[in-house]
């Protein structure tokens, strides 16, 4: 269950006056939501259909029990979801079988020479994860595990060692499931890749991680009722990069939530950051980085808010000295920094879960979903695609041609 509170350290910022500038443009993409053309944003067979989950369910039955290490190897939108959801929901110590190494995320030889000597002697599965299947650093991961899978196993072997996560029907990577029958799940068509956390591009990583999809899954469905809270936060976030409020910090006071955090900055980063216009989306892991960014958010330029995903329930630890459990001591810090910040003119939006689980960050996750899209829609920018990305890709691809 999410709770929001738009009021308490924003109050000053945001008056119903300009609010109702939106009325009407929120209205029409609340129609599109429910029976328009956005409407797909909100069925679950969207994301996965019951089909397809119940083959993740039971691929993930045989990953478990057949490997040391699983590599999931992508990019962007094709890793940052798993690995969120994995930092967020599994334990800081004894993580459960097999490790899980994400790769394909850089060029750096040292990480990857390291990767590399280290699966050498393990049993090995492999996900690649490529919606276009020709993204350079996917496919050089891919094609250097390959190299080092293949003097391990036969080719027999490695049809039950590589699964591909692709495009339903065109790119390399359909084409190598094709030439080879490779395990192959699809990234649904109108899902782009920082959409797809719920789709098997996500719900794999995570499910081979221990976690329970169906309940993430579930979550995500109660988020189909917040609509128009996303369509409210999404315009609050306007008005406040209208009053000069042109930084989003996401802020948590979870360590674990970091990875959710840089999620949040790629969601909103790709899917608004075009045409030369954006909310820059930074991120904050209080109360660490109140020793840091917290000095600028509190007495630096003006030109930042934040935006703070609490947790109200969490586990016990008893604090003796102050005779209160750290959690309340932790909640306490929340409120007076959003007090202290508010002072400072930084203007906080507070959104809490009850306790993180798979349902809630399901939830989340489908809720800052529909938050990045109508942001997109109401400063008129593309949300699904990111033509700055290609930009790189291109001038890299033409390098190397
Ligand atoms: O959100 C996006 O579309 C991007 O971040 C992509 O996920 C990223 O560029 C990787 O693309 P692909 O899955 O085609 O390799």
Same mark, same amino acid.
Request: negative net charge; charged residues 30%.
């Given at each position: 269950?999410?709770?929001? =509170?738009? !009021?308490?350290?924003?109050?000053?910022? $945001?008056?119903? *006056? =300009?609010?109702?500038?939106?009325?009407?443009?929120?209205?029409?993409?609340?129609?599109?939501?429910?029976?328009?053309?956005?409407?797909?944003?909100?069925?679950?067979?969207?994301? &996965?259909?019951?089909? *397809?989950?119940?083959?993740?369910?039971?691929?993930?039955?045989?990953?478990?029990?057949?490997?040391?290490?699983? $590599? &999931?190897?992508? $990019?962007?939108?094709?890793?940052?979801?798993?690995?969120?959801? @994995?930092?967020?929901?599994?334990?800081?110590?004894?993580?459960?079988?097999?490790?899980? @190494? /994400?790769?394909?995320?850089?060029?750096?030889?040292?990480?990857?020479?390291?990767?590399?000597?280290?699966?050498?002697?393990?049993?090995?599965?492999?996900?690649?994860?490529?919606?276009?299947?020709?993204?350079?650093?996917?496919?050089?991961?891919?094609?250097?595990?390959?190299?080092?899978?293949?003097?391990?196993?036969?080719?027999?072997?490695?049809?039950?060692? &590589? %699964?591909?996560?692709?495009?339903?029907?065109?790119?390399?990577?359909? +084409?190598? &499931?094709?030439?080879?029958?490779?395990?192959?799940?699809?990234?649904?068509?109108?899902?782009?890749?920082?959409?797809?956390?719920?789709?098997?591009?996500?719900?794999?990583? %995570?499910?081979?991680?221990?976690?329970?999809?169906?309940?993430?899954?579930?979550?995500?469905?109660?988020?189909?009722?917040?609509?128009?809270?996303?369509?409210?936060?999404?315009?609050?976030?306007?008005?406040?990069?209208?009053?000069?409020?042109?930084?989003?910090?996401?802020?948590?006071?979870?360590?674990?939530?970091?990875?959710?955090?840089?999620?949040?900055?790629?969601? /909103?980063?790709?899917?608004?950051?075009?045409?030369?216009?954006?909310?820059?989306?930074?991120?904050?892991?209080?109360?660490?980085?109140?020793?840091?960014?917290?000095?600028?958010?509190?007495?630096?330029?003006?030109?930042?808010?934040?935006?703070?995903?609490? @947790?109200?329930?969490?586990?016990?630890?008893?604090?003796?000295?102050?005779?209160?459990?750290?959690?309340?001591?932790?909640?306490?810090?929340?409120?007076?920094?959003?007090?202290? !910040?508010?002072?400072?003119?930084?203007?906080?939006?507070? @959104?809490?879960?009850?306790?993180?689980? *798979?349902?809630? $960050?399901? *939830?989340?996750? !489908?809720?800052?979903?529909?938050?990045?899209?109508?942001?997109?829609?109401? %400063?008129?920018?593309?949300?699904?695609?990111?033509?700055?990305?290609?930009?790189?890709?291109?001038? %890299?691809? +033409?390098?190397?041609?």
């Amino acid at each position: 269950m999410i709770n929001f =509170d738009f !009021h308490k350290y924003a109050s000053n910022y $945001i008056k119903k *006056e =300009d609010k109702s500038l939106y009325l009407d443009k929120a209205r029409e993409i609340k129609k599109r939501f429910l029976e328009g053309d956005l409407k797909y944003w909100n069925k679950l067979d969207t994301f &996965v259909s019951s089909q *397809e989950l119940k083959k993740i369910v039971n691929m993930t039955d045989y990953i478990r029990s057949n490997c040391d290490v699983f $590599i &999931v190897i992508g $990019i962007g939108g094709s890793y940052m979801g798993s690995k969120a959801v @994995i930092e967020a929901l599994s334990p800081m110590y004894n993580k459960k079988k097999p490790e899980i @190494i /994400f790769l394909g995320t850089d060029l750096c030889s040292e990480d990857y020479y390291e990767t590399l000597e280290y699966i050498k002697d393990k049993d090995v599965i492999v996900n690649v994860i490529s919606k276009s299947g020709t993204t350079l650093e996917p496919s050089i991961a891919f094609s250097l595990v390959m190299d080092v899978m293949k003097e391990k196993y036969s080719e027999e072997d490695l049809k039950d060692r &590589v %699964i591909i996560t692709t495009d339903p029907e065109k790119g390399d990577l359909r +084409e190598l &499931v094709n030439l080879k029958g490779y395990v192959s799940f699809t990234v649904p068509e109108q899902v782009g890749g920082r959409f797809s956390c719920l789709t098997p591009v996500g719900l794999l990583p %995570i499910a081979v991680a221990g976690i329970n999809v169906v309940k993430l899954i579930e979550g995500a469905r109660l988020s189909y009722e917040r609509v128009d809270r996303a369509i409210e936060y999404a315009v609050i976030r306007d008005i406040m990069f209208k009053k000069g409020k042109i930084i989003e910090s996401f802020t948590v006071y979870n360590p674990k939530l970091y990875y959710f955090t840089e999620w949040l900055k790629q969601l /909103f980063a790709e899917t608004q950051g075009k045409d030369n216009k954006g909310i820059l989306p930074i991120s904050c892991v209080n109360t660490r980085d109140l020793h840091s960014l917290g000095q600028f958010l509190q007495e630096g330029n003006d030109i930042i808010f934040e935006t703070v995903i609490g @947790i109200d329930k969490d586990k016990k630890v008893a604090l003796e000295k102050y005779d209160m459990e750290l959690n309340s001591l932790n909640k306490i810090a929340l409120d007076k920094v959003g007090l202290a !910040h508010f002072n400072g003119h930084t203007p906080t939006n507070l @959104i809490t879960i009850d306790e993180k689980n *798979e349902e809630t $960050i399901g *939830e989340l996750i !489908h809720f800052f979903i529909l938050t990045a899209i109508v942001g997109a829609l109401l %400063i008129d920018v593309n949300p699904f695609d990111q033509p700055g990305v290609q930009e790189y890709k291109k001038l %890299i691809s +033409e390098e190397l041609e």
